[in-house]
């Protein structure tokens, strides 16, 4: 639906005829005798007979030189007779915004202004007199008023659609901060000035000028720049007479005495002084679906004609749809954070960093209006230096779907915890998913890294394969049995451990990346793996690619129509540790083994160069194996891993976890924990499903 211009006359090239603005716009180019008998719009009324060609006649009929009536394509539309050559003659105008009072009475005949004798511009706006004008510009203006999405787009709407076709400017001011649904917001109520706008001195777009001949009359200066003469904040008192202005909900003449009593309060000091004399103003509260949320101050230049009561309706059906419209924006933009919190809050906010392993992750929900859905990765680290990297689909992308993704991804957390295999973590999702409900589908593919034996576990419900890229640039579809989706119930996983080969890169993803409405999913894939090894060619054989750059390379494998659904990717790169790196030891639970263990370790570290952490690794391994000895039946072991970091484990049968407690004066031991709390870079305790891990990590120098 598109919008006309408010001037009578034909559109100029260049000229939006949707922008109320640009119908005040005139080219150089223009003949002469054009720009002095200008077209009138279909919805202008004469109140006098026909002038001559070229003149609309009040019920959009046109009259030959003889008086004889003219067809017509419609009731709102009229096409103008002229004897002009075909190719000046004026174009239909459809449905557009009406002008308003302001230059009929003040037109003498011949197209003199009374009062001066002088030509009217042709821009001027010219008078409704009949109640059908001024229905079709407030069914116009209410138009362009919806289309707006957000406050701003609304509030613009409202301006643009006014000015200079309602009024020469206008004021909006909004609530701060604006009320949300039925929300009471406590503390005084503030009024600020949102937008101003009025009509520019200088009419000119793309450099077209007005001619000179035809500028029009300079502004009054009150007009000129509304928001230095007015205050930006105003609070509306209790009991005052800007409170009982806008408790009372109707638009109010300027005049009137509770609106002159009320805009000093508005407008702050000396900002009457905007406000032309007589009935050259309306006042108009903005009140939405539970309370006024602001007000609207219309205005018109001295100049041109004043507010009649009828106008009165017209701002209260502008000041109403504006309302309403702002309540729904404010409304939508509340949906549109909290969805925004809540994919937040169910995706990583932060990628952990394991040792071994570099990670990378994108996010696309499918469109801007579905901000959330059922899609989620992890990164999960596990004792041993092992990370488990998750990746699923719930179905659907809404907000339930995002409520039990959520639920799902937490139960993977926790399960991942336990240290239990993939297929397992698999299979107490499964009973998850059904404890949610019976519609609860899911995919999921749970895979375990460990960088020290390179090797990768995965069991996978119903998910995509993982792509896997070598160092060399080959890509590879891992052939992992795709088992059920997670919430089907009564079925077994089963995991497969393959290769991690060092500078290798895993890739898991959603089905939203290969699965579209225009391709298949294994057409998907292998796209995907095209893309994959295309993008390692570019840096060569011995340098695999850098992983953000990948995972932006992989989206723009989409296409237009190919975001049908959430996406989902997980980019792991493979750096594994050296077996040269990794010290391991079996201890047998005697008490001897505390002493083996420091000459163990402190052996280690001369072989590593570590020497300046001898004394701190010989106090701390000698305390944490004292308590693992203490309490295990099996044999203790112990292993250091030289990374950027020098990390020492110790894992023994027992599952209870030690606790860090502050040991009293008299207390032979307990102080074990505290030391290592004391000197270790971090330190920690997970329990695995054979005991649990104690380990800690030491800055190397």
């Known amino acids: 639906m598109t919008e006309q211009p408010t001037s009578f006359e034909r559109p100029q090239p260049g000229v939006d005829p949707a922008e109320a603005r640009g119908a005040l716009l005139r080219t150089q180019k223009q003949p002469a005798q054009q720009l002095g008998n200008p077209a009138l719009p279909a919805q202008a009324r004469t109140d006098g007979p026909s002038s001559g060609p070229g003149t609309a006649t009040p019920c959009g009929k046109g009259t030959d030189g003889n008086g004889k009536e003219l067809p017509v394509n419609g009731s709102e539309h009229s096409q103008p007779a002229t004897t002009e050559p075909d190719a000046h003659r004026p174009r239909p105008a459809p449905e557009g915004i009406p002008a308003q009072p302001g230059a009929e009475q003040e037109r003498a005949p011949g197209g003199q202004e009374r009062r001066t004798g002088r030509g009217l511009p042709p821009g001027r706006p010219m008078p409704m007199r009949r109640d059908g004008d001024r229905l079709r510009f407030v069914g116009a203006a209410t138009r362009r008023i919806a289309r707006g999405l957000d406050l701003d787009e609304i509030v613009m709407g409202l301006c643009r659609a006014t000015v200079p076709t309602f009024s020469d400017a206008i004021l909006v001011y909004l609530r701060e901060p604006l009320p949300v649904g039925d929300e009471r917001p406590s503390g005084p109520v503030v009024l600020r000035l949102r937008r101003t706008d009025r009509i520019p001195q200088e009419r000119d777009t793309d450099g077209v000028l007005l001619p000179p001949a035809?500028?029009?009359?300079?502004?009054?200066?009150?007009?000129?720049?509304?928001?230095?003469?007015?205050?930006?904040?105003?609070?509306?008192?209790?009991?005052?007479?800007?409170?009982?202005?806008?408790?009372?909900?109707?638009?109010?003449?300027?005049?009137?005495?509770?609106?002159?009593?009320?805009?000093?309060?508005?407008?702050?000091?000396?900002?009457?002084?905007?406000?032309?004399?007589?009935?050259?103003?309306?006042?108009?509260?903005?009140?939405?679906?539970?309370?006024?949320?602001?007000?609207?101050?219309?205005?018109?230049?001295?100049?041109?004609?004043?507010?009649?009561?009828?106008?009165?309706?017209?701002?209260?059906?502008?000041?109403?749809?504006?309302?309403?419209?702002?309540?729904?924006?404010?409304?939508?933009?509340?949906?549109?954070?909290?969805?925004?919190?809540?994919?937040?809050?169910?995706?990583?906010?932060?990628?952990?960093?394991?040792?071994?392993?570099?990670?990378?992750?994108?996010?696309?929900?499918?469109?801007?209006?579905?901000?959330?859905?059922?899609?989620?990765?992890?990164?999960?680290?596990?004792?041993?230096?092992?990370?488990?990297?998750?990746?699923?689909?719930?179905?659907?992308?809404?907000?339930?779907?995002?409520?039990?993704?959520?639920?799902?991804?937490?139960?993977?957390?926790?399960?991942?915890?336990?240290?239990?295999?993939?297929?397992?973590?698999?299979?107490?999702?499964?009973?998850?998913?059904?404890?949610?409900?019976?519609?609860?589908?899911?995919?999921?593919?749970?895979?375990?890294?460990?960088?020290?034996?390179?090797?990768?576990?995965?069991?996978?419900?119903?998910?995509?394969?993982?792509?896997?890229?070598?160092?060399?640039?080959?890509?590879?579809?891992?052939?992992?049995?795709?088992g059920a989706p997670i919430g089907v119930g009564g079925v077994d996983f089963e995991a497969v451990e393959l290769d991690a080969p060092a500078g290798g890169t895993l890739l898991l993803y959603t089905d939203g990346l290969v699965e579209s409405r225009l391709r298949d999913v294994w057409t998907g894939i292998e796209q995907l793996r095209e893309k994959l090894a295309a993008t390692a060619q570019l840096t060569g054989p011995d340098h695999p690619p850098p992983l953000e750059a990948l995972c932006d390379e992989v989206l723009d494998m989409l296409g237009p129509g190919d975001r049908d659904d959430d996406i989902a990717l997980l980019a792991a790169r493979f750096d594994g540790i050296a077996p040269s790196d990794v010290a391991y030891w079996t201890l047998e639970p005697e008490d001897s083994a505390p002493g083996q263990a420091r000459r163990l370790a402190r052996r280690a570290l001369a072989r590593w160069d570590l020497e300046d952490l001898t004394d701190s690794v010989e106090l701390l391994v000698s305390e944490v194996v004292t308590n693992a000895v203490r309490y295990a039946s099996r044999p203790v072991t112990l292993r250091l891993l030289r990374t950027d970091v020098l990390r020492c484990e110790v894992g023994d049968d027992v599952p209870q976890l030690p606790r860090l407690r502050q040991a009293r004066a008299t207390d032979e031991g307990g102080r074990g924990l505290y030391l290592v709390n004391k000197l270790a870079r971090r330190w920690g305790a997970t329990r695995l499903s054979t005991g649990k891990v104690v380990w800690f990590e030491l800055n190397p120098g």
């Open 214 to 482: 035809f500028e029009p009359e300079p502004e009054p200066s009150v007009l000129a720049d509304l928001s230095s003469l007015t205050t930006e904040l105003c609070e509306v008192r209790p009991g005052g007479a800007l409170n009982e202005v806008l408790r009372g909900v109707r638009p109010v003449f300027a005049d009137a005495p509770a609106a002159r009593a009320a805009l000093p309060e508005l407008l702050g000091e000396g900002g009457e002084g905007v406000v032309p004399g007589g009935q050259r103003a309306i006042l108009a509260p903005l009140r939405g679906r539970r309370r006024v949320i602001g007000a609207a101050l219309f205005l018109r230049r001295p100049d041109r004609l004043a507010f009649e009561a009828d106008d009165l309706l017209v701002a209260a059906q502008l000041a109403t749809h504006s309302a309403l419209g702002i309540d729904k924006a404010v409304l939508y933009g509340r949906e549109a954070y909290i969805a925004d919190e809540l994919q937040r809050t169910m995706l990583p906010e932060t990628l952990p960093r394991p040792t071994g392993v570099r990670l990378a992750s994108r996010y696309l929900p499918a469109a801007e209006t579905a901000r959330v859905g059922g899609d989620w990765y992890d990164a999960i680290p596990l004792p041993g230096s092992r990370v488990a990297l998750v990746v699923g689909d719930v179905m659907g992308h809404s907000m339930t779907s995002a409520a039990i993704m959520g639920q799902l991804r937490t139960t993977a957390q926790t399960l991942a915890g336990l240290d239990l295999p993939p297929q397992e973590v698999l299979h107490h999702l499964d009973e998850q998913a059904q404890r949610l409900g019976t519609d609860r589908m899911a995919t999921c593919l749970y895979a375990v890294y460990d960088p020290v034996t390179h090797r990768i576990t995965i069991a996978n419900a119903g998910h995509p394969p993982p792509v896997l890229l070598h160092l060399g640039g080959r890509a590879e579809v891992l052939r992992v049995p795709p």
